[in-house]
């Protein structure tokens, strides 16, 4: 059964450092890998998809890269902000399977 | 989320009483998903669908119905609710089975006393 891991799994920076979320999943057969926000008592919110061809994607200050073979992927925030203090996710969704696994989480704080 | 809604928001329960939960999108997707998390077990799998009338199983559906008689609407049914599923549900929709990425909705707390 796939397993997905996120380390740290709270982590508190002050306002504008960078800083680089981890995740890791055990079986490399996946058709993509996708990133979450989820601030508290919300739903969650997809920030970006890398599907299993690519190696990277970025949205504003943020970065994603897979290195599928490895079962690793690295969520990347430039200059972080108070308002990205919340709960990353990212989950796999595994080939031939009708599921999206889950990492439990990196907790966020930014401090101004 | 835009495209997919759930209802209700909140819900108190009491013990043994049916509850159902709907899920509505306006994505016209194919697949439809119910999940549920817990402190310490993240997000898990409850039931999917794959059209209308076509549902499966997901890790953890014991206890749970689910009904899809319309592309856009997906119902979770707790048969006779018990204290460990006070839970925050989760619905999700995919276009490919989640090649494309999923949404999701903005989730159903449900408390059972």
């Known amino acids: 059964k796939q397993e997905v891991t996120q380390i740290p799994a709270a982590l508190s920076v002050p306002e504008g450092e960078n800083l680089v979320l981890n995740c890791s999943f055990t079986?490399?057969?996946?058709?993509?890998l996708q990133w979450f926000r989820q601030d508290p008592g919300k739903g969650l919110t997809s920030l970006l998809l890398?599907?299993?061809?690519?190696r990277e994607q970025t949205s504003g200050r943020l970065n994603a890269s897979l290195d599928k073979s490895s079962g690793r992927s690295t969520l990347y925030i430039a200059a972080s902000q108070p308002g990205d203090s919340a709960t990353y996710l990212c989950?796999?969704?595994?080939?031939?399977?009708?599921?999206?696994?889950f990492g439990t989480g990196t907790r966020l704080t930014v401090i101004p | 989320d835009a495209g997919i809604t759930q209802s209700p928001r909140h819900k108190v329960t009491e013990t043994g009483t049916p509850v159902t939960l709907r899920c509505h999108q306006t994505e016209n997707h194919r697949y439809m998903y119910w999940y549920r998390q817990d402190p310490g077990h993240g997000l898990r799998l409850i039931h999917y669908s794959y059209g209308v009338k076509d549902t499966d199983k997901g890790e953890v559906s014991d206890g749970y119905s689910v009904s899809r008689s319309k592309t856009e609407d997906f119902l979770l049914t707790l048969e006779s609710a018990t204290s460990s599923q006070t839970s925050v549900y989760f619905c999700?929709?995919?276009?490919?089975?989640?090649?494309?990425?999923?949404?999701f909705g903005s989730g159903t707390r449900l408390t059972v006393v």
């Open positions: 999700a929709i995919s276009d490919f089975g989640g090649v494309g990425g999923y949404t």
């Open positions: 989950a796999v969704t595994q080939t031939g399977a009708n599921n999206l696994f």
């Open positions: 079986d490399s057969a996946i058709y993509n």
């Open positions: 890398i599907q299993s061809s690519q």
